[in-house]
DNA sequence: CGCGATCTTGAACACGGTCAACTGACGTGG
DNA sequence: CCACGTCAGTTGACCGTGTTCAAGATCGCG
């Protein structure tokens, strides 16, 4: 890991600022502790244990939760491939949330401590992390306003085209992609119940807007999704 | 604004390691621009407006909403003085989100472009940086979750005794405070209308949990608000 | 092949939304 | 100083979206 990648999977991931600043090395720890698999299921971190990490995802497809009191877990985003997942643990060293994998995935870890010692080198990585965290709290600003205030129907229909956006900035199909996570899943992302994210992809399957695989979905109408 | 400050506004403020970072001077920029007074009703700063900047608030009251298309804005968060707002500029120099003040305020304002040179000049200041953000979006998860999962009654009791922690880690009462935003602006912050907030507001004063006021609240049984 | 988990679908219900009337506080102008 | 208009808040009645409960359907996997 010399140099900076042109192609392979460290080129579309989040993280190469970091990796690859310039003059990485002299005297300043290579961030990347560790490569990390795992299964299908397993976590890849809790709420509230000490050290915390950032990880930059390789390969799978995750999911982040918060504990809430009382209810199980809300889920506040999904990880695709390149996407970094753990900065609120750069709020003290402690994950406040936690994170597992709904797929078989691989991740590169890097422990904060680390990160930290590399931001404080290095001002532009320490920009670049800047940009990521804004980045994600904007993106978690839009996801409350929304489940806030809009249709189930809606909600789903959006989550939907937001997926296949991601996926096409990746430069993976925005018609067809896998859905590793359960209807209680996205239910739970979106404050609805699993019967009624069914219902509403049921519906949206009826009116030619989606094709409903196992596991994955065909967009049929980009169109009918924005209408919903 | 040369030395530290023990006692005054800028104690209770959290940005006093970026105004008062050791050495802040030599050749780095001071980073407050300037001061700024709003009225009741005047905004702040408007989403997608060019430039962007941080603020912090030293007296007043805010509200920090994202707009939603097809919707009225959705209330993210409440500003109270001693926090900061704006953070969301720093993932490009635009804001994504609409700051009003919901009474007379006054804030320092540090437009971004100065926050990041001072930072990259200041590791100690990079790292406070990265803490606040992470901290806010460590908040936003958290609302989010609850707005999603959770019903109204509890929602609007965890509100109040959000507010009330706040205020009393600003060494104001924390049983009996001022509520400067409507009715309308709980519901959208909570994700319900004015007519349930005001219906379970009325609920907790039957149950003598709290005591209603114009524009303000007395809360007298914080049990009771947690048990909601 | 059969068990279990996930998903779908239906029917009844409830929480919160919608619509509407009323109240009270405040500010303005006669 | 009171009459009036406005606006925020309260309260009631009704309604609709989404939840709950329950019964099948479908598929993976041992």
């Known amino acids: 890991m010399g140099n900076r ?36 299921g397993e976590k890849l971190f809790e709420a509230a244990t000490p050290g915390g990490a950032v990880y930059a995802v390789r390969a799978g497809f995750l999911k982040v939760s918060v504990p809430v009191a009382g209810t199980d877990a809300g889920i506040v985003r999904f990880v695709l491939p390149g996407d970094a997942v753990g900065f609120d643990a750069m709020r003290g060293q402690v994950h406040a949330c936690e994170s597992q994998a709904l797929e078989d995935s691989e991740v590169c870890e890097i422990a904060s401590w680390r990160l930290e010692t590399v931001a404080d080198a290095r001002p532009l990585v320490a920009a670049h992390l800047r940009r990521c965290i804004a980045e994600e709290l904007t993106q978690a600003h839009a996801h409350c306003a929304a489940v806030a205030s809009l249709p189930a129907a809606t909600l789903v229909a959006r989550f939907l085209l937001d997926l296949a956006r991601r996926w096409a900035a990746r430069g993976y199909s925005e018609r067809r992609f896998r859905l590793p996570m359960g209807r209680r899943e996205i239910g739970n992302h979106l404050g609805l119940t699993m019967e009624t994210v069914s219902r509403v992809l049921s519906t949206l399957q009826a009116r030619g807007a989606v094709r409903l695989e196992r596991g994955a979905i065909e967009i049929l109408s980009p169109a009918l999704l924005q209408a919903a």
């Open 5 to 40: 990648p042109t192609t392979g999977i460290c080129a579309a991931c989040a993280m190469p600022p970091v990796c690859f600043a310039q003059g990485a090395g002299e005297g300043v720890p290579v961030p990347v502790e560790r490569r990390r698999r795992l299964s299908r």
